[in-house]
């Protein structure tokens, strides 16, 4: 199953860089490198070279320089794929990146597929599926709660929790199978009481797993936050504002329908992924003219509701837009947020803040986005909902569509065992359930995998990684 | 003069990659990263690891992971920069480049400007000036030729011949001072004869290595081809057959002038960079409605002219083209391109080809542009006209702008120094103009340098080099 060739690619940035890094893989890596560099120091060769060691050299085309480099020397199985590796770093341009690759491939390399190094790793028991699926995403992340997710997970947190389950499962397993065996003589090895105790954790474990998806989902794309609210109520003039406070990477989503606008902020390590329900950025309509309806269709998508009011309105308009929009929201986080406090005067803040009665998910808070006051206690809040602090403090978070969906499949088999064991059904149907949930758990951790799923996972990594 | 901070800064190619590679030089880059750095291996520290070596570890701050890296150790004389150097190879996420950086700027380093490791390299006399400018030609050429020329630079050629040069001149300037010394005796040590011999033999060399310029320009900025001809006779249609036979990078060129528009095209491995005088691919204006001396006004900025006509048209008309166009070149190559030679007819190639009288400037070519006939014919002629080959059997040729200044003033004053021989002026005058010309030419390899020139030369390059 595991392809023999030497595979290479360009492992930087593509584009124009000082240097750029060209990585080779497999058992010819080095000896392929060795035929076209050329030291300064006469009759040293790269074959002749120890593990984790530089050396500076040219690579040569038919006598030709193509470029002077520094080669990285890795080996088997102490490498990041477990094979030879070489690293080249040249020069960065486009054109010696290309040559460079030519003549690997020329030597006797192939062109490495995307993700090939890391399904190597795996392959070679490097890391287990789940952790190799990490990789991407830690090169993917751009917030610092992300980034520790993917790193913890890349670095095996999720695999132990799953690696736990499926024992506790297998010792389950053994002990009905052993009942089979016997099933003649009607003993219970596996006391079903204690089996019944053991299926309630694991479903509680996996259940949490599961529903810890939606979480990690939204630390990886970021919280998602609805902004709702009037045309000219402030609440373009707040997004720059937030924008402003993000020192790191700033990118802007269209949503897939025309009429949601997303703009990905981070704020103090969080990526919080608002979209103005109405896209009334975009368009000179007023949320009248498109239908409260559709303004507030992308409502439910949100975990957190940001309203935005403006306080030179009459303070009934503001109530009843705040009514209308109570009605809409289900479970979510709401943050009233009074803009223009600065010219909105104090008398309607006073009335405002005696008027509204808060439930434990809504706050609010008084700011000027155009004067800058008080944002900070609007991010305040904003972390506050977002519950990153309880989430980083969680020990496992799943982040990974794949691994959902393969938690919702374990988590109903494991149902299913509980529901029979209440049921007092026999042990043969158990074990199918049972055996049915490993299935799942080991599709995570790859110690069950198709090359139809390896395809899947690794076609979505950039070439090079 | 030599800053002895310790520089950090990201060296490959911005945005995301598989890996990274952050760099690190100066006297404490192996010392901040130890700080930074946790090996799996107990007790194992960078500072005590030998130069040259790889090593696999996590980067730690304030006890979080931010990464997990592979760090390469250089250490002086015997890197780049001649200093300590650190390569962190990390994976490629923008947030973790980031990370490490700020990571590295908190324990010590502080962010390189740009070029500032190469300039480092040249201030520890790792490389001339002249070889120190190349790097960045290196690093931004992207064909063959113009990497070719750049590499050669880079190692030094270039910097031989300057050097020889000025010790020939040294020399030179020795004997002249020695008769100062014994002015009063009236003695020449200096042979009039062999000095003006010298001095021709000198002057013939920098005039050569000053005309390579337009050359060395012409290699890494393209070859200038003008396309001319009337609208409709198919000069689109072959720009585009042409960047088809283009495997490698494509860009185009607005030019400064709104009505000329620039295709650089690499045709096996020479750039020729391709401008429509008249831009009327941009416009629905005819050559006529131009006017002709508006369109064919940059036609002194070409290497090669290339007209193409339309057969299907008058042989009289094609003719009259053909004559207009020669009056309106100087020196340059001409391309007669007969156009839609496919529907055109023999008859007129017949007709064109026995009234056309050629000389050894002048080629003609029939072609099909649409059916893609006789277009390699059409290169070979573009190529023989570049003079590629020739210009890469020279020895040095100059691209870059600053040298060529330079030698234009070490001309002028070895020509001043030349005339004065034969005018018969006494040692001083002689003495005054070498020694000019010697500074001039220790400009260019920065045995002469200011802090300004320095600073001119280096923030052109990209940061990380």
């Known amino acids: 199953m595991l392809d023999q060739s030497t595979i290479c690619a360009i492992s930087t940035s593509p584009g124009i860089g000082a240097i750029a890094v060209i990585r080779l893989s497999g058992e010819k890596a080095i000896n392929i490198t060795n035929q076209v560099f050329k030291s300064p120091a006469e009759n040293k060769k790269l074959i002749d070279q120890k593990a984790n060691t530089l050396h500076f050299g040219q690579l040569v085309s038919k006598k030709e320089i193509i470029d002077e480099v520094i080669v990285a020397l890795f080996k088997a199985p102490n490498s990041f794929t477990g094979e030879n590796i070489v690293e080249i770093s040249c020069h960065g341009s486009v054109f010696i990146q290309q040559k460079i690759l030519e003549l690997l491939v020329e030597n006797g390399a192939r062109m490495a597929r995307p993700g090939e190094f890391t399904q190597r790793a795996f392959m070679n028991g490097k890391m287990d599926l789940s952790q190799a ?16 997710l993917a790193l913890n997970q890349m670095r095996g947190g999720f695999s132990k929790e799953i690696k736990n389950l499926r024992d506790q499962l297998l010792h389950f397993t053994a002990m009905i199978e052993l009942e089979l065996d016997f099933s003649e003589e ?43 609210g009037e045309t000219n109520v402030g609440k373009s003039t707040l997004l720059n504002v937030l924008l402003n406070e993000d020192k790191a990477i700033v990118s802007e989503i269209h949503g897939t329908t025309r009429d949601v606008i997303e703009d990905v902020i981070n704020i103090q390590g969080t990526a919080f992924r608002f979209f103005d329900t109405a896209g009334i950025r975009k368009t000179t309509e007023t949320i009248e003219s498109l239908g409260i309806e559709r303004s507030y269709s992308k409502l439910e998508q949100a975990q957190i509701v940001l309203l935005v009011l403006d306080l030179a309105n009459p303070v009934e308009l503001m ?33 405002l803040t005696s008027e509204i009665v808060l439930n434990d998910k809504e706050d609010l808070v008084f700011i000027s986005a155009k004067a800058k006051y008080n944002i900070e206690s609007l991010i305040q809040l904003l972390k506050e909902k977002s519950h990153i602090d309880e989430i980083a403090s969680q020990d496992v978070i799943v982040t990974n569509a794949r691994h959902y969906e393969i938690l919702k499949n374990a988590h109903e088999a494991i149902e299913r065992v509980s529901k029979g064991l209440d049921e007092g059904i026999t042990g043969d149907f158990l074990a199918q359930d049972i055996r049915e949930c490993l299935h799942y758990l080991g599709e995570i951790t790859g110690e069950i995998n198709t090359e139809e799923v390896l395809g899947h996972i690794f076609k979505f990594f950039c070439i090079g990684k």
């Open 133 to 148: 699926e990490a990789v991407a995403d830690v090169i993917a992340s751009s917030n610092a709660a992300s980034h520790r």
């Open 186 to 228: 009607d003993v219970e090895f596996a006391d079903r009481s204690a089996l019944k105790n053991l299926t309630e954790q694991i479903e509680l474990l996996l259940g949490k797993l599961k529903d810890s998806f939606q979480l990690g989902n939204a630390i990886k794309n970021g919280i998602p936050v609805a902004i709702v």
């Open 319 to 351: 109530l009843s837009r705040l009514e209308k929009i109570k009605n809409r929201i289900n479970n979510q986080e709401l943050i009233i947020v009074g803009n223009k406090a600065d010219i909105g005067g104090n008398e309607k803040i006073k009335e």
